[in-house]
């Protein structure tokens, strides 16, 4: 069993998260500071600007070459990173008829998959994300 970690922003518990991820979302500047071997985590607390951490090293949200899209709500957020699809066009999509996540890759023409565990904050897949932000469009009409 994977042992949560505490955010040492907030307090609260973290999510643990792949390296690869790590190292995708970080900026350039403070890539040396990852080690490879650590346990990273990701805070996921919207009030917090912590960011990954391991033991040795915290980064803030400011950091990363994205916004989080469990930390910001705002329009210009990507949903699927791979892709960089954000919040803003998947409630255009389905404000214009699109009610799955296949007539949102359609209609807007970004159907580029596969990167997630790199490219995805959470190194994970955005499906259920994805799912949550068409059912939420779909219910504000
Ligand atoms: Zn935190």
């Known amino acids: 069993m994977e042992i949560i ?6 307090g609260l518990p973290a999510v643990a998260v792949n390296v690869e991820a790590v190292k995708y979302n970080v900026v350039e500047s ?7 071997k650590n346990k990273w985590s990701v805070c996921v607390n919207p009030a917090c600007d912590c960011s990954y951490f391991s033991r040795q090293i915290k980064f803030r949200t400011s950091d990363l070459i994205v916004p989080l899209f469990f930390k910001d709500n705002s329009d210009p957020v ?14 255009k999509a389905v404000k214009n008829g699109c009610k799955s996540i296949d007539d949102v890759q359609n209609y807007t023409r970004k159907n580029i998959t596969g990167m997630c565990e790199e490219r995805n904050p959470l190194g994970k897949c955005c499906r259920n994300v994805f799912l949550r932000t068409i059912s939420d469009s779909l219910n504000k009409d």
Request: charged share 15%; glycine share 8%.
């Open 30 to 36: 403070l890539q040396d500071l990852i080690n490879l």
């Open 78 to 91: 990507p949903i699927c990173y791979c892709s960089n699809l954000t919040r803003g066009e998947i409630k």
């Open 5 to 10: 970690q505490i955010c040492p922003g907030c």
